[in-house]
Nanobody, 118 residues
């Protein structure tokens, strides 16, 4: 089991920036990728960005391309989501997640609220 602890959410004005952090611990030997999902009120959870351990990064959400960046500090087992030029529609609870084959996105953090005021 992989444990994930997020931090960095908060309230920001439109156009501002936030950086989310997610520290992984526990059984990370089989960890294939880490990612960020988000869920806005009344909407389904969606995958925002992912990073393959030791490999590529992908911004999955079209609206986040050019504004969000995912990165990883291997020494700290920590993944970051840098969010720039934030918009009100980015308001959501952001969840860190871990991809462990064959389960998939089976481990989740507690979530961190991001609120963008217009």
């Amino acid at each position: 089991q992989v444990q994930l602890v997020e931090s960095g959410g908060g309230l920001v004005q439109a156009g501002g920036s936030l950086r989310l952090s997610c520290a992984a611990s526990g059984n990370i030997i089989g960890l294939y990728a880490m990612g960020w999902h988000r869920q806005a009120p009344g909407k389904q959870r969606e995958l925002v960005a992912s990073i393959i351990i030791g490999g590529d990064t992908t911004i999955h959400l079209n609206s986040a391309k050019g504004r969000f960046t995912i990165s990883r500090d291997n020494a700290k087992n920590t993944v970051y989501l840098q969010m720039n030029a934030l918009k009100s529609e980015d308001t959501a609870v952001y969840y860190c997640s871990a991809f462990v084959p064959p389960t998939g996105w089976g481990s989740w953090g507690q979530g961190t609220q991001v609120t963008v005021s217009s």
